[in-house]
């Protein structure tokens, strides 16, 4: 072998590595692609974002409106816990999904979907509350947030989002289907937003 010769193997060897790990990058990813395991439930491909097994899902007819029993503990609700699809996908965070779930399911006003405010009060996701409020979600449940007569602009008030509180009670107002704690505070709250009505529970 000539030294001419020798000089261009040496300068092509960086070369074939680069290619040769390029490939072996591709293959890897397209090996995880094929082995991964997707989710099994509804409620968990929301819970993880993954929006082409959703459509899927839902398009084989599952309604994400329906209640299930949580196996295990997801965005701080227990094990035994009856939730939805679409609690769960408000709690995610995602309005495009959460637009979608609330579009595919026929019981939106049904428990325990009548929560929906008190779930976004509790998350703090104003923007999916503007989906909430646009696609018509009932103003809460009969006996409050989980049961405990706390209305969700109370949740809101709770975790300090008084921006949130406020559009969630003018929402509520405005269905009429507003109802007060007995025991809210929040009286002289400050709206926060130009042109937002105050902030008063009926205490």
Partial sequence: MTVSRRQWLLLGLPVLAVVGGFLVGRGAAALSTLTAPEPPTLVQAVAQGQWDTIV???EAGEDPGLPIVLEQPIFGWSR??????????IAQGDKKQVAFLLSSTKHKADAPNDQALCVVARFGH????EVLFRLGVPGGPEKGCD???EMPEDVAMRFRNVNLAV???NYRTDTRVVRTSPD???????AGASGARPLKCGC
Avoid at 80 to 89: A, F, K, M, N, Y
Avoid at 126 to 129: F, K
Avoid at 184 to 190: F, G, R
């Fill in 184 to 190: 809210c505070d929040c009286q002289n709250a400050e």
């Fill in 56 to 58: 899927r899902m839902i």
């Fill in 80 to 89: 035994g816990d009856v939730v939805s699809p679409l609690l769960v996908g």
């Fill in 126 to 129: 104003s923007d999916v509350a």
């Fill in 167 to 169: 559009a969630i009670r």
């Fill in 147 to 149: 049961g405990h007569q």
